[in-house]
């Protein structure tokens, strides 16, 4: 792999860190605490993620393509967190809110990459 693409991903990762971590923090203030606001990161992710691997692919240098969809879109959603919560709500015995908020992130999480 070039250097220029191992550039575009770490400058795209930060990027997309920074804004995972801004989103997430307007959205806690307007949702509340919970799995939501990273429910609806994830989900605005694999959408962006989605949208510009089909208009990107083949029009941009690859490592431009790399660094927005791994470097970018890779650090802006956030499994991590997703797994952290999950395990908060089987902690807090709230298995119906952890069943809903599973099927939901993936399930609107592969509509959303599909467009």
Do not use: H
Request: hydrophobic share 55%.
């Amino acid at each position: 792999m070039q250097a220029w693409t191992w550039i575009a991903v770490a400058v795209a990762g930060a990027a997309g860190a920074l804004s995972r971590f801004a989103v997430t923090q307007g959205l806690k203030e307007w949702l509340g605490e919970g799995p939501w606001p990273v429910a609806a990161v994830n989900v605005l992710g694999c959408f962006g993620f989605g949208v510009c691997s089909g208009l990107l692919q083949g029009r941009v240098p690859q490592a431009v393509y790399v660094g927005v969809l791994a470097g970018f879109f890779g650090a802006f959603t956030t499994f991590s967190a997703f797994a952290s919560d999950g395990v908060q709500l089987l902690e807090a015995r709230r298995f119906v809110v952890f069943a809903g908020s599973v099927a939901l992130q993936n399930a609107l999480g592969l509509v959303a990459l599909c467009g």
